[in-house]
T-cell receptor, first 114, second 114 residues
Framework: AQSVAQPEDQVNVAEGNPLTVKCTYS??????LFWYVQYPNRGLQFLLK??????LVKGSYGFEAEFNKSQTSFHLKKPSALVSDSALYFC????????????FGSGTRLQVQP | GAGVSQSPSNKVTEKGKDVELRCDPI?????LYWYRQSLGQGLEFLIY????????KSGLPSDRFSAERTGGSVSTLTIQRTQQEDSAVYLC????????????FGPGTRLTVT
């Protein structure tokens, strides 16, 4: 079975400061990792993914994530947070040996204060 | 271009009634997924279609839930004899092909069972 853990229900950061949203995963086989963002009353939007290759992946809106195989982590980062980044962030995983659909974490609410 | 569309956006139904939820995927996308988002359960996979292959129904919570995809495009999720615990936002997503392609989500259908 595959699973994703987002240990923080909420992350608070001041505008202009760096932000990190944590994600760890458990799969059999090779992981394919994704980050999605959900703004209020809107659907999920794709941010970035890791399939293979460089462990640091860059995505939309200045976000990036680092794949760490030994720690089974895929933390989302941004060097300088914006108030408009405030939203609900979901980490998700699929695998080449299991279910093709995504298994999601419980979500982390990011609050960026001006 | 046009994204994933879902209808209705909101549905209120009485316990015991049947409901149908519709999803129009992005044109040319061969993979289609249904998920459910609820407060207590987070984002749960329901069912997945890929081309002409047999659907992966492993996420359907009971035999009251079924889905079909006609002509490899539009999909309908049917819930029979609705229960209050079926109240949730039902999300549809499509991807160009199956993993590891990113999924694009529709705005969802909010189902309320009274």
């Amino acid at each position: 079975a595959q699973s994703v853990a987002q240990p923080e229900d909420q992350v608070n950061v001041a505008e202009g400061n760096p932000l990190t949203v944590k994600c760890t995963y458990s799969v059999s086989g090779n992981p394919y990792l994704f980050w999605y963002v959900q703004y209020p009353n809107r659907g999920l939007q794709f941010l970035l993914k890791y399939i293979t290759g460089d462990n640091l992946v860059k995505g939309s809106y200045g976000f990036e994530a680092e794949f760490n195989k030994s720690q089974t982590s895929f933390h989302l980062k941004k060097p300088s947070a914006l108030v408009s980044d405030s939203a609900l962030y979901f980490c998700a995983v699929s695998t080449d040996t299991g279910r093709r659909a995504l298994t999601f974490g419980s979500g982390t609410r990011l609050q960026v204060q001006p | 271009g046009a994204g994933v569309s879902q209808s209705p956006s909101n549905k209120v139904t009485e316990k015991g009634k049947d409901v149908e939820l519709r999803c129009d995927p992005i044109s040319g996308h061969t993979a289609l997924y249904w998920y459910r988002q609820s407060l207590g359960q987070g984002l749960e996979f329901l069912i997945y279609f890929q081309g002409n292959s047999a659907p992966d129904k492993s996420g359907l919570p009971s035999d009251r839930f079924s889905a079909e995809r006609t002509g490899g495009s539009v999909s309908t999720l049917t819930i029979q004899r609705t229960q209050q615990e079926d109240s949730a936002v039902y999300l549809c997503a499509s991807s160009l092909r199956d993993w590891p392609y990113e999924q694009y989500f529709g705005p969802g259908t909010r189902l309320t069972v009274t």
